[in-house]
């Protein structure tokens, strides 16, 4: 391998503060777009929201990279985006109300088992996207959520009723076994029939 194999893949194509800044500028676009599409585009609650976040990294590829794809200038971008991040979120754990500005607060879509249309409205979230991500969630439907969160990072968060549909059920079948096994005892035990040993 010569020379100038190991300088077109170790030296930038573009100068290192550009191989900075561009990261950098790309990294506040996504937070300022993120913060204004709202929390359904992170919570991907249809496939076409998972679409647009697969395509964003593709689309601003080459806004991170420029006219470069040597290693160097990679290595630099990939640090440049962790670094830039890390400083922001520490920026934000020392000021809450720049974090409640950049995150957002979460938006409570069920309460006491009644759905908030205002609040599915305000988040594009529709009811048949909530009772989807209810089953996700392991409840048989949304009648059995006391309490549905959109948390500020797009995950929904289900506080199930103390009496669900499942514990319903399970106590439902529970007593109809009992009322078997008594029956089968009954039978068991009838008249002329002696009593089973140890009863």
């Not at 806004?63 to 200038?73: E, M, N, Q």
């Not at 006491?112 to 988040?123: F, H, I, T």
Request: aromatic letters at 6%; charged letters at 25%; proline letters at 5%.
């Amino acid at each position: 391998m010569d020379a100038s194999f190991w300088s077109d893949m170790m030296l930038p194509g573009i100068s290192i503060a550009e191989k900075v800044l561009r990261p950098i500028l790309v990294y506040l676009f996504l937070i300022i777009g993120f913060r204004l599409a709202g929390k359904r585009e992170l919570a991907q609650l249809n496939p076409f929201d998972l679409v647009v976040l697969l395509t964003i990294s593709n689309t601003v590829q080459n806004a991170i990279i420029g006219h470069d794809d040597s290693l160097l200038g990679g290595l630099v971008g990939a640090a440049t985006l962790l670094v830039a991040n890390w400083l922001v979120v520490r920026w934000t754990f020392r000021h809450p109300r720049v974090e409640r500005l950049v995150e957002g607060t979460p938006t409570v879509l069920v309460e006491g088992g009644v759905v908030n249309r205002q609040a599915l409205e305000k988040e594009l979230v529709t009811p048949d996207e909530l009772r989807t991500a209810a089953r996700r969630h392991g409840l048989l439907s949304l009648d059995d959520a006391e309490r549905v969160v959109l948390e500020t990072g797009g995950t929904l968060t289900f506080v199930p009723k103390a009496e669900t549909t499942r514990v319903r059920r399970h106590e439902e079948i529970l007593a109809r076994l009992d009322a078997i096994q008594a029956q089968v005892a009954a039978l068991g035990a009838g008249p002329g029939r002696p009593e089973p040993d140890g009863v």
